[in-house]
């Protein structure tokens, strides 16, 4: 396949388990500051709340001492110093659609963006003319110096190429049975350096989006076949299990399968008016019917019969099912009952029992049950959550915090041993609207989350997991912890997929720890009120709302001078008046 039982204030997160891209007019290329980036925007759509990493030793990842910045509402981040190494953006969510960004931008040193175009030249080395050309750009068209947002026609190439990228991501994941955040993420950079390996590779007359804005089918083949290849040949270990998981497909059958779809979705994107440009990225990005079709059908792409089959016609229907328009209409639905009855007599197998209603609908997360939160016994809505929610009374060391879960599909990969489980960070922020200034962060570096056979889930922290934590008020200076001790099961209990947070407890346990750190803070602390913005976000983890995604949005959390590199996934924000 491609301790101690925990106690936190960020169980808040857990509880929830993260209870959980345009513009006219000419482009506007802006110089940059020698070879270094002091400020920039992340592009797919402004991506909010994302984490701009400067990545010194190109590594991916945040080390010590790598600046890591956090993105407006704009897409806007900052480097002070500048950025003298590649940029690499990922979490956050899209402004435009508010659905959370799953993959990873790239770009050079001096970039003033990063979008899924810059990603291309820092992936495989091409230059800002090739890309123009491959995708039908005016001649001189320097992506890595210019905001989409600011040009339509270069705004609906750059979506079109993050549909491409993550619909191949999403049903190579969803084919090796894992489609956790970590392990999608990881594919989609093996899928966006398929993208640039296989353009420069192609004749240059043939155009991935040619003058016409039309998608080259046979150019996303390549990439599908490339991006199996990649994936394979990787020596990331969190690709460890999805390696395993698609050895056994034919490259050549799923691409067969899926290319048109997923060409006729971003030719979508460059054909379409500027005022549907939001409405359809919107729906397209939100649809899982590709990826489900390739899992449902995935005893048709397998090595053993990818010489017995003709897929052409089942990816003919699934085009027309996976268009957003669609609505799974009955003729396409017949097409693909006909095909695939047809293909796995040919292949000698049982055809598969798929619904094909189904596959538009999401599978395989944690549904939060009713769409609601419990503080104190007292039942909200999410939605009321979203819109604010006051406390009858002072916190109090009874206080307590629940989220119940509805278990859709595996929303937890398997490890090597069958068991699945996973490791996420959470993070917790409660922001002051008054004039106390008063903000509270809170960061667990790592806890485990299992489901068993009963699709039971348990929560535990590993030894060596860290909380870290600053809180600050106007005119108090900011107050740092880093707790290395998380304990016990007094802080949660988990009952029938219910988790209840003791949080009186948990700030009982928080204002101790604080004692001579910041006596003043801690004075604020102990007479807790007002109106606070709350963001709670968990990494790793696919949860949704149980009937829309009302309020569970891709987030950040950073811990302010902690070091800690920040926790990005999906959360729940909401507002909190305290009495």
């Given at each position: 396949m491609f301790e101690k039982k925990m106690a936190l204030p960020l169980m808040a997160v857990v509880s929830m388990l993260a209870a959980c891209g345009g513009g006219d007019g000419a482009s506007t290329p802006v110089t940059p500051v020698a070879s270094a980036t002091a400020a920039g925007k992340a592009v797919d759509g402004y991506l909010n709340g994302a984490s701009a990493l400067c990545d010194t030793n190109n590594n991916g990842v945040a080390d010590a001492g790598e600046a890591v910045a956090t993105t407006d509402a704009q897409g806007n981040f900052t480097f002070a110093p500048?950025?003298?190494?590649?940029?690499?953006?990922?979490?956050?969510?899209?402004?435009?659609?508010?659905?959370?960004?799953?993959?990873?931008?790239?770009?050079?040193?001096?970039?003033?963006?990063?979008?899924?175009?810059?990603?291309?030249?820092?992936?495989?080395?091409?230059?800002?003319?090739?890309?123009?050309?491959?995708?039908?750009?005016?001649?001189?068209?320097?992506?890595s110096m210019t905001d989409p947002m600011s040009n339509a026609d270069l705004h609906k190439k750059t979506l079109a190429m993050q549909q491409i990228i993550q619909q191949v991501t999403d049903?190579?994941?969803?084919?090796?049975?894992?489609?956790?955040?970590?392990?999608?993420?990881?594919?989609?950079?093996?899928?966006?350096?398929?993208?640039?390996?296989?353009?420069?590779?192609?004749?240059?007359?043939?155009?991935?989006?040619?003058?016409?804005?039309?998608?080259?089918?046979?150019?996303?083949?390549?990439?599908?076949?490339?991006?199996?290849?990649?994936?394979?040949?990787?020596?990331?270990?969190?690709?460890?299990?999805?390696?395993?998981?698609?050895?056994?497909?034919?490259?050549?059958?799923?691409a067969?399968?899926?290319?048109?779809?997923?060409?006729?979705?971003?030719?979508?994107?460059?054909?379409?008016?500027?005022?549907?440009?939001?409405?359809?990225?919107?729906?397209?990005?939100?649809?899982?019917?590709?990826?489900?079709?390739?899992?449902?059908?995935?005893?048709?792409?397998?090595?053993?019969?990818?010489?017995?089959?003709?897929?052409?016609?089942?990816?003919?229907?699934?085009?027309?099912?996976?268009?957003?328009?669609?609505?799974?209409?009955?003729?396409?639905?017949?097409?693909?009952s006909s095909a695939i009855a047809t293909q796995a007599q040919l292949a000698g197998v049982p055809a598969p029992a798929v619904v094909i209603g189904s596959w538009s609908q999401p599978t395989n997360y944690l549904a939060i049950l009713n769409d609601s939160i419990e503080i104190n016994g007292n039942v909200y809505t999410l939605k009321q959550?979203?819109?604010?929610?006051?406390?009858?009374?002072?916190?109090?060391?009874?206080?307590?915090?629940?989220?119940?879960?509805?278990?859709?599909?595996?929303?937890?990969?398997?490890?090597?041993?069958?068991?699945?489980?996973?490791?996420?960070?959470?993070?917790?922020?409660?922001?002051?609207?008054?004039?106390?200034?008063?903000?509270?962060?809170?960061?667990?570096?790592?806890?485990?989350l299992s489901l068993d056979g009963n699709k039971q889930l348990s929560v535990s922290i590993p030894a060596g997991a860290k909380m870290y934590v600053f809180g600050k008020a106007s005119g108090i200076a900011g107050a740092n912890l880093t707790l290395t001790k998380i304990s016990d099961n007094q802080f949660i209990q988990v009952v029938n997929n219910k988790l209840t947070v003791n949080t009186g407890i948990v700030l009982v346990h928080l204002l101790s720890q604080l004692q001579g750190q910041s006596s003043a803070l801690l004075s604020n602390l102990k007479n807790l009120s007002g109106t606070f913005n709350t963001k709670f976000v968990v990494s790793?983890?696919?949860?949704?709302?149980?009937?829309?995604?009302?309020?569970?949005?891709?987030?950040?959390?950073?811990?302010?001078?902690?070091?800690?590199?920040?926790?990005?996934?999906?959360?729940?924000?909401?507002?909190?008046?305290?009495?």
């Open positions: 500048a950025c003298s190494s590649t940029i690499v953006v990922s979490g956050g969510s899209s402004v435009d659609t508010g659905l959370p960004f799953k993959g990873t931008l790239k770009a050079r040193a001096g970039s003033i963006v990063a979008t899924p175009l810059t990603s291309l030249m820092v992936n495989a080395g091409m230059t800002a003319a090739q890309i123009a050309s491959a995708l039908g750009l005016p001649a001189g068209t320097d992506i049903t190579l994941g969803a084919l090796a049975q894992d489609s956790s955040p970590a392990t999608i993420q990881a594919i989609y950079s093996q899928v966006a350096k398929a993208v640039a390996t296989t353009l420069i590779a192609a004749d240059p007359s043939a155009k991935l989006i040619d003058g016409g804005n039309s998608v080259s089918a046979s150019l996303v083949s390549g990439i599908v076949q490339q991006s199996a290849a990649n994936i394979a040949a990787a020596s990331d270990v969190s690709l460890t299990a999805a390696k395993a998981g698609l050895g056994g497909f034919s490259a050549n059958s799923v067969a399968l899926i290319s048109g779809a997923i060409a006729s979705q971003a030719e979508a994107l460059t054909k379409t008016s500027d005022a549907g440009l939001l409405s359809l990225t919107g729906s397209l990005q939100s649809n899982p019917t590709i990826a489900n079709a390739a899992s449902g059908l995935a005893a048709l792409l397998t090595g053993g019969v990818a010489n017995k089959v003709d897929l052409t016609i089942l990816g003919s229907a699934l085009k027309q099912l996976s268009a957003a328009d669609s609505g799974n209409d009955a003729a396409a639905s017949a097409a693909m959550f979203l819109s604010g929610v006051t406390l009858p009374r002072k916190p109090a060391s009874t206080d307590t915090l629940s989220f119940a879960y509805k278990v859709i599909g595996s929303p937890i990969p398997r490890n090597a041993g069958g068991v699945m489980t996973t490791t996420v960070s959470l993070g917790v922020e409660l922001t002051d609207t008054g004039n106390s200034g008063l903000v509270l962060q809170f960061i667990v570096d790592q806890a485990e790793n983890l696919n949860v949704r709302s149980e009937t829309d995604k009302t309020g569970v949005k891709g987030l950040s959390v950073t811990v302010t001078g902690s070091g800690q590199p920040a926790v990005n996934g999906l959360g729940i924000l909401g507002i909190l008046t305290i009495p």
